[in-house]
């Protein structure tokens, strides 16, 4: 009986190569197994088409049981934060999805602090993530931060309104801002492009920081290259959503019917949904690090200036926290005062304590 050899460990690279050039391959598999994380924050007013345009875009069903409120509700209506997850798998990749809703935003008289519930969750988030690496278990921390804000632009004005300045300017140091110009079946073509200008000159006007594609690298194919000259030439995205199937041209697409013809949502030469799309497929891991590498990092920064403690008034001024300083040393001046006033009176009665035994003796 013969006796069995022991396997031999076969080298699988060629004689020479080490095998390092397969580390991406396993970060790849790593990543896939893992799954990934977004989270996109819609803003507009109601009636823009905000919950068509997302569940287009990724092909579900994110509001099923929405219920829109009448004129008389949305007086005195404030607004709210809806947060929907929803687990998208493709192709073997899961995509752990989150779309933060804002209901509720210009819909009352004043509006004047409308937007402040926003800007507090998107501080709560970094807040919470901030909390959760700073823990003892950081293995399985959900990244719940705004990445991305699409903010809806009425199609029906003449540019930015004052709210749409005053809101971009109050998040743009904290969150990507990608400008959308909502129902663009309403405008023709060169309203449209008419209306893209005057958006991009005022966002300049008012220094507003939106979030700019990076520049393809010089390794990047030709067509790649292309590609992203189109998506900057695009800003601000002028977009139609619908989720019906209309059948054009002997063949079933998603779009709107006129009595003039069909508005076809994934045609680039009807609108820009593609391109919107494409930018947020392509530069989704761009997204996440300009949010971790900038946006954060900011927010990690000042809170640490602050010493760790949670200041819930962003507004507090300079000559507040001056006040506040000036009082806690006078505090402080009084305590020692306290303290040396009872070291006196214990030496002046230690001193007489010894003076009335020195009579005796």
């Not at 949502?265 to 609108?271: A, D, F, I, L, Y």
Request: glycine share 6%; with cysteine; proline share 4%.
């Amino acid at each position: 009986m013969s006796k069995q050899q022991p396997a031999q460990f076969i080298n699988p690279e060629t004689p020479g190569y080490v095998g390092f050039a397969n580390l991406p391959n396993q970060v790849h598999r790593k990543s896939v197994k893992k799954g990934f994380e977004f989270t996109l924050m819609v803003v507009g007013e109601s009636g823009l088409g905000k919950s068509t345009l997302i569940n287009s875009l990724f092909l579900t069903d994110l509001y099923p049981e929405r219920i829109i409120p009448g004129a008389a509700e949305k007086i005195e209506r404030t607004v709210q934060i809806e947060a929907s997850t929803v687990e998208i798998e493709e192709r073997g990749v899961k995509l752990r999805l989150t779309v933060v809703d804002t209901p509720g935003y210009g819909d009352a008289i004043n509006c004047r602090d409308c937007f402040k519930t926003i800007i507090s969750y998107i501080d709560e988030q970094f807040e919470r993530y901030l909390h959760d690496e700073s823990g003892l278990n950081r293995r399985h921390i959900l990244d719940n931060r705004v990445h991305c804000c699409f903010y809806f632009i009425s199609p029906f004005g003449h540019g930015l309104k004052p709210l749409d300045v005053a809101f971009m300017k109050a998040i743009h140091n904290k969150v990507n801002i990608v400008p959308v110009i909502a129902k663009a079946d309403t405008l023709t073509l060169k309203e449209r492009e008419r209306l893209k200008k005057r958006i991009l000159d005022e966002i300049e006007e008012h220094n507003i920081k939106i979030y700019h594609l990076p520049d393809a690298e010089s390794d990047e194919d030709e067509d790649f290259k292309e590609q992203t000259r189109l998506l900057k030439a695009s800003i601000p995205f002028s977009v139609v959503g619908s989720n019906q199937l209309i059948e054009a041209k002997g063949k079933k697409v998603r779009g709107r019917l006129y009595p003039w013809g069909v508005v076809e949502v994934e045609n680039p030469e009807h609108n820009d949904f593609l391109k919107l799309r494409t930018m947020l497929i392509t530069h989704m891991q761009d997204l996440q690090e300009v949010t971790q590498d900038l946006h954060y990092e900011n927010f990690r920064s000042e809170r640490l200036k602050r010493g760790g403690r949670k200041v819930e008034n962003e507004d507090m001024n300079k000559d507040q926290i001056l006040l506040e300083k000036e009082a806690e040393l006078r505090r402080m001046q009084e305590m020692i005062a306290r303290m040396q006033a009872q070291m006196q009176m214990q030496m002046q009665g230690g001193d007489s304590d010894s003076g009335t035994l020195g009579h005796h003796v």
